[in-house]
């Protein structure tokens, strides 16, 4: 006699399934909440593993409001003071893991350039994204306390470096300086976020910034189309600030000392600095 297969669910009562369904649905909410809980946790974890090494020295807390905001700090090692440069990480990284950054925090300061790595408002550890409005006033104020900071180390001359989502905050950043202090703006692969509101749109921010600014693209794929919609990107921010740069740079060699990436913004930042000691 042939025996006929049936579908498992078909031998179990419904009411079954339903309570099984609903157990795994409460087990994916409670893993979910349980995994929001544990972010601020990576804070502290990560204070743990600055500890034991040299970056414990260049730890530093920025106070803003009520919260300390993590940052290191590198000073000029160089035989000439140029100034200062605020680095801000992209989107879901922290001050040291962005090998971009990372390697700027370091190279930087031994070209007469002392840096200062700012973590954001996304971060690995912050759990809960901000609304558009607390974005941008928390970007802005996050930034004002580093510039502060920065001015009390002696240095006037101060430029903004990003990369990714950090890129398109430190324009945003530096649209909203209006003392001077800004040198310059280096965006590294800016983007758009859904959650960032209409006004700190990359392009817009671009061509309306009278500062000089440098616009890396890094990739690893050839040119192709993109180059077309880069160019046209290029001259349409140009054309509202005639202070602004795109470059195209392959992305082979992250790591190490001298890549090109380090070389044409440590050129850029030359240049546009007066060259004149101003820290001691």
């Known amino acids: 006699m042939m025996s006929i297969k049936r579908p498992i669910s ?6 079954y399934c339903r309570f099984w369904r609903l157990s795994l649905a409460l087990l994916v909410m409670l893993a979910h909440a349980h995994q929001v809980q544990a972010e601020p946790a990576k804070s ?5 593993q600055l500890s034991p090494n040299e970056l414990a020295q260049e730890f530093i807390n920025i106070q803003v409001g009520k919260q300390k905001i993590h940052a290191l700090y590198k000073a000029n090692k160089g035989k000439q003071a140029l100034g200062a440069v605020i680095l801000l990480h992209d989107a ?42 607390e974005l941008s006033a928390e970007i802005k104020t996050r930034a004002n306390e580093a510039i502060q900071f920065l001015r ?29 202090s ?33 616009d890396l693209q890094i990739s690893t794929t050839p040119l192709g189309a993109s180059y077309t919609n880069n160019q046209l990107r290029h001259h349409t921010i140009k054309a509202g600030n005639p202070k602004y740069t795109w470059i195209h740079l392959p992305a082979n060699n992250l790591h190490g000392g001298a890549t090109p990436i380090k070389l044409r913004i440590r050129g850029w930042l030359q240049r546009q600095s007066s060259q004149l000691p101003l820290a001691p």
């Open 182 to 214: 800004i040198l310059t703006v280096v965006c590294i692969n800016s983007v758009q976020h859904p959650l960032l509101s209409a006004e700190i749109h990359p392009n817009e921010i671009l061509a309306r910034l009278e500062i000089p600014v440098l």
């Open 152 to 180: 009390e180390q002696g240095f006037q001359q101060i430029a903004i470096i990003g990369e990714g989502l950090g890129a398109t905050l430190a324009s945003h950043v530096a649209a909203n300086v209006t003392d001077g």
């Open 10 to 15: 078909t031998l179990i009562p419904r009411q």
């Open 44 to 48: 502290a974890s990560f204070l743990y």
């Open 92 to 133: 879901f990284a922290h001050i040291n893991d962005d090998p971009i950054i990372s390697g700027l925090r370091t190279y930087l300061p031994n070209h007469g350039w002392a840096s200062l790595s700012l973590e954001t408002p996304f971060t690995t550890y912050e759990a809960l994204p901000l609304t558009q409005n």
